[in-house]
């Protein structure tokens, strides 16, 4: 976007009288590391406009010291920054947090007594949670507020952002417009850090991150409504939530519309009800998923694949309790973080005595390696399990298998020698990769997850465990030439991580594998090893889950490839159709004959017609139909029809289950070489 310095540019912009006599000169660093002097204060806008008139045509919002804010925000010391346009995460951000404020507009013309919560950007549009009195809003009013927000997007309203005093911002939502909400928001918050935004008629309590005018809002749709605890408490209010998109031009809107029917189509919910691979019961438990026959044979799969691949890497196997001892949770400061959300201890016939459903594997593998003593010749130990953990998530927030109360990762934990890291984390990032390669996600990006820039409560740790994790992580992604980007604030409370970031087929983002390096826990469970020099010494720890959860990966990889799995992963590979029941006999010879070329394959029995047959196993996504009639009884042969490709053609049965293996070797020779 920015075009390289030769060194330090001094930029002159027009600034108030008083700027220019004091000859206050600051430092703006762009995101290619160049670096150009302006007179203070500068805005964004300004910046990008020294930069490219094209460039302040497109600039939506800036990101300032890595805080999304708007263009006309006066900027009076040195800072980096980043201008923003529809191309960045941040200026789609900035473009649907305005939006949100429009919606709010075009609520309080059409119900003047409605009352606001709060309004932010989501990953693909926005929301606002709207507190409607004793009449909530049905979707079929969805409509006139849409055509409303467009109205109030033509007016090209200037968004105004500014400083207002505590006192003087109690009052607006006390006198002038009562709201309990915003009052309680302010009430949180300190003199000196209250802004407000105002456009057209509209003004709200806003810390900013607005594009420059409504105008630029061409399209939008309101999607749906939901139900919403103020500030996720379901001891407060339920207030309406509405969601919804914009965009900067209608075609845009148009193929984001497409997208959602083509995801609704995939919804692993549908397909996974449709094939039989999982199902939840009430009776059971909300959050709680089972696996069907079909299911389970599609997960044992990616297991095996899994554990094959963690043998040939040095992996050991172990298996840990469901449930640990409290004292367990609390040493690894998981019950300080976690204990409010996990589900309720379980007292035995001891009194004082409590245990917990595991929230995490982690802490059973540390005893484990402290179950005897280690020398430095015994790192790294790698140990690997697929363990179910269970979190007790909001009802609200469950969702299919990508969001459920137990589940099982493909865990492991490496301790190793603090010269073995990066090593090690180069490792796992090849087995990541490998298992992207695999179930063909071609696009990814490395998400580095670092601790928020300002507060450190939330972390243990010292200081320097923290800064020798974060650069390991960043100097192993860079070694591996990985496309990154750097978030802020979204480390784990014991150590920085690598979370990739897929783009399935479709195009939505999936955080699925992770790998975290973690000095915290050892100092925690007091882990050690004898090393080289006769001396104790603390192991470094690395968690990784290639997979993740194998429910949320199942999820993903079902919406990726529509149900379509891959030949060699799917659960049925093949199915025989007699054309009459007089050949059910030989079509259960073929099955067999499969099967025993460890070809899954089965007989579809039913008293059906072949047209009728070849249409539900079509729906049913198996990737190859045998059809088997006279003829083909007479030759010993079978008739193959390929999903999606329709007839190839008549073969023997040996034929076929070469075809087979032959498709099946190709791709892990592909992978061979990838690897």
């Known amino acids: 976007m920015f075009a390289k310095s030769r060194g330090t540019e001094k930029k002159r912009i027009k600034t108030p009288t008083f700027a220019r006599l004091l000859f206050i000169m600051i430092k703006i660093t762009l995101p290619d590391g160049s670096v150009r002097e302006y007179d203070a204060p500068v805005t964004g806008y300004a910046v990008a406009e020294s930069i490219s008139r094209g460039l ?76 409607f009195g004793d009449t909530p809003i049905k979707e079929e009013e969805l409509a006139a507020i849409e055509a409303k927000m467009l109205e109030c997007a033509r007016k090209n309203s200037q968004f105004k952002l500014y400083p207002v005093s505590k006192s003087d911002a109690l009052a607006f939502y006390t006198d002038k417009f009562p709201n309990e909400y915003k009052v309680e928001l302010i009430e949180n918050l300190n003199d000196g850090e209250i802004t407000f935004c105002t456009q057209g008629d509209f003004t709200d309590l806003c810390r900013g991150g607005h594009i ?155 005893e484990i390696y402290k179950s005897k003593p280690r020398s430095y010749k015994d790192l790294p130990l790698r140990l690997a399990e697929f363990g179910t953990v269970y ?45 992207f390669n695999a179930l063909d996600f071609t696009e990814y990006t490395a998400q580095i997850s670092l601790r928020d820039k300002e507060d450190r409560a939330k972390y243990i740790g010292s200081e320097e465990n923290w800064n020798k994790a974060e650069a390991s992580i960043i100097e192993a992604a860079a070694e591996k030439g990985l496309k990154t980007v750097v978030e802020y604030g979204e480390a784990a409370f014991y150590g920085p991580k690598l979370d990739f970031m897929v783009k399935d087929a479709i195009g939505r983002k999936w955080q699925l594998g992770t790998i975290q390096v973690d000095y915290n826990l050892p100092e925690r469970f007091e882990l050690e090893y004898i090393g080289a020099d006769n001396s104790r010494h603390r192991p470094v720890m690395i968690h990784r889950a290639p997979f993740g959860s194998l429910e949320r990966f199942v999820a993903v990889l079902t919406e990726h490839c529509a149900g379509k799995f891959p030949l060699w992963l799917t659960p049925e590979q093949a199915v025989v159709l007699p054309v009459g029941e007089k050949f059910t006999e030989y079509a259960k010879k073929v099955a067999q004959n499969l099967n025993n070329s460890e070809i899954r394959a089965s007989v579809d029995e039913r008293n059906e017609k072949i047209g009728k047959k070849i249409r539900d196993n079509e729906l049913q996504k198996i990737p190859y139909m045998l059809i088997v009639g006279e003829k083909e009884e007479n030759d010993q042969t079978v008739s193959v029809r390929k999903q999606g490709m329709g007839d190839l053609g008549t073969m023997s049965v040996q034929e076929f289950a070469d075809l087979i293996a032959g498709e099946i070797q190709e791709k892990l020779s592909r992978l061979k070489t990838i690897q």
């Open 56 to 131: 302040a045509q497109k600039a939506l919002a800036c990101e300032i010291n890595g805080e999304i804010k708007d263009l006309s925000l006066p900027i009076y010391t040195d800072s980096s920054l980043n201008i923003l346009t529809w191309d960045n995460d941040g200026g789609k951000s900035a473009f649907w947090h305005s939006s949100a404020h429009v919606l709010a507009e075009a609520v309080q013309a059409l119900y003047p007594h409605a009352k606001f919560g709060i309004g932010p950007s989501i990953e693909n549009g926005f929301y606002y949670d709207i507190d």
């Open 212 to 366: 420059p005018n409504t105008g630029i809002i061409k399209a939008a749709k309101l999607l749906s409504t939901a139900g919403a605890y103020w500030r996720g408490n379901e001891k407060n209010k339920q207030l309406t939530r509405i969601y919804g998109v914009t965009f900067p031009k209608q075609s845009m809107l148009d193929e984001h519309l497409a997208l959602l029917e083509e995801a609704k189509k995939r919804d692993h919910r549908k397909i996974g009800k449709e094939l039989e691979l999982f199902m939840f019961s009430q009776n059971v438990g909300s959050g709680l998923p089972m696996w069907l026959p079909k299911g389970t044979e599609l997960r044992e799969r990616l297991e095996r694949f899994m554990r094959d691949e963690q043998k040939k890497a040095g992996y050991l196997p172990v298996i840990t309790p469901h449930i640990g001892n409290k004292k367990l949770y609390v040493t690894s400061g998981h019950y300080e973080k976690y204990g409010k959300d996990s589900f309720q201890p379980i007292l035995t016939p001891e009194e004082g005595e409590e245990y917990f459903l595991k929230p995490m594997n982690c802490p059973h593998h540390c």
């Open 391 to 435: 979190r007790y998530e909001q009802s609200g927030e469950l969702s299919g298998l990508t969001r459920v109360r137990g589940f099982t990762q493909d865990d492991a934990h490496i301790f190793c020698r603090p010269d073995q890291v990066k090593e090690e984390f180069i490792k796992v990032i090849d087995l990541v990769l490998y298992v």
